[in-house]
């Protein structure tokens, strides 16, 4: 079991690129989601996805576009990367759909926009 | 808006020593309480979780202090070891909705010295 594997691990890009974050599961879980970690401000939720072929904006999703291809995945675009899109990105999974669900994280994406 | 207030930002204690990382919150709706564990290049992972109905929760040497009339919750590690060290994030979330939509305070970064 690997849990929950993120691609790339670090990648660099200039202001106005795009790109693709992947992420996937093989927990069979129901629920995914993409947040984002900023020194001094936590992990905010982007987006997230309760059930296969379902999406939802969380706290910060403005500049982010997701896909739940499948149930196994769930993809994270930037569509015209910003420099305040400079993050650590970690994709997460939850068995359940339910508020208490405990999220399992993969090992995060490290963005860099020049 | 900062929903989770957690202090301190970072913490250096003594091997055998306790650690104690405290969290508030404001939104009275909030029913699930967990603690993340973040070790460096990994993604954060469930330590420890409490729910409002308990007073005090307790896994080995984690414990969850959690005081509703104050809108506190704390997380006492007891006899505290060099592996402990990690950054620790206290979350919270509200019982609506299909996903666990989690509020993560701005994270604690423990030292522990031999």
């Known amino acids: 079991n690997a849990g929950v594997t993120q691609t790339p691990k670090f990648q660099v890009l200039k202001t106005g690129q795009s790109m693709t974050l992947q992420c996937a599961q093989d927990m069979n879980h129901n629920s995914m989601y993409w947040y984002r970690q900023d020194p001094g401000m936590g992990l905010r939720l982007i987006y997230y996805s309760a059930s296969e072929g379902t999406t939802d904006k969380g706290e910060v999703p403005n500049g982010y576009n997701v896909s739940r291809l499948n149930k196994r995945e769930f993809s994270l675009r930037l569509e015209s990367a910003a420099p305040s899109q400079t993050s650590v990105y970690f994709c997460a999974s939850s068995e359940w759909s339910s508020y208490n669900s405990p999220l399992h994280f993969g090992n995060g994406t490290r963005l860099t926009v020049t | 808006q900062q929903q989770v207030k957690q202090s301190p930002q970072s913490l250096i204690v003594q091997k055998g020593g306790i650690s104690i990382i405290n969290c508030a919150y404001e939104?009275?709706?909030?029913?699930?309480f967990p603690w993340y564990q973040q070790f460096p290049g990994k993604g954060p992972a469930l330590l420890i979780a409490i729910r409002p109905d308990v007073s005090e929760k307790k896994e080995g040497r984690f414990t969850i202090s959690f005081n509703k009339s104050a809108k506190q919750f704390s997380l006492h590690i007891m006899d505290s070891q060099p592996g402990d060290s990690a950054t620790y994030f206290c979350a919270a979330s509200i019982p609506s909705g299909t996903a666990s939509k989690l509020t993560f305070g701005t994270g604690t970064r423990l030292q522990v010295t031999l």
């Open positions: 939104n009275t709706a909030f029913d699930y």
